[in-house]
């Protein structure tokens, strides 16, 4: 009985340390793959901040930036709905259009940090996984032993 059991928990915890080593590989690759992407944009701030002149390319920048550009944004229009008052939008008028593409940029890099964060949250499982699998096979090298003993 204690052999099956201890069988099957050094099986789980292979699996477990497998499945963490995709998701590293994954988490990894995609965080990587987000970074030379943002890299190619050459997105910076050309405007006064601490990030002014630097390529936003992680977590962090891309939230400042986007709270920098939010912030500007709506030094423009409090809302879309302000920004247009009783009219629809003109692409020839230069508040419009320097609005609108604020919110683009904003929406891209926020769209970003969620990208970092759920590659962030990928990693962080499959490290768990693979510390949750050495556990298991741990313990099933340990029973095994046990009944041997």
């Known amino acids: 009985m204690i052999k099956n059991i201890s069988i099957a ?7 477990a340390i497998v499945l963490g080593a995709v998701f590293l590989a994954q988490g990894i690759t995609k965080d ?9 944009e050459n997105v910076s701030l ?9 390529i936003i390319d992680s977590l962090t920048e891309a939230m400042q930036a986007g709270d920098v550009i939010r912030e500007h944004r709506r030094g423009i229009a409090v809302s ?4 247009l008052g009783e009219g629809r939008y003109d692409p020839t008028n ?6 609108a593409q604020a919110l683009n940029l904003e929406n891209y890099l926020y769209l970003a940090v969620v990208a970092f964060g759920l590659t962030q949250a990928t990693i962080g499982s499959g490290a768990f996984m693979v510390v949750t699998g050495l556990a298991l096979g741990g313990t099933g090298v340990a029973l095994y032993r046990l009944r041997r003993g």
């Open 9 to 15: 928990v050094l099986f789980l915890g292979v699996v």
């Open 94 to 99: 230069p508040q419009h259009l320097t609005y």
């Open 46 to 54: 050309g405007i006064e901040s601490e990030l002014e002149g630097e």
């Open 80 to 83: 879309y709905e302000d920004l």
């Open 32 to 40: 990587n793959q987000l970074k030379e992407a943002m890299r190619q």
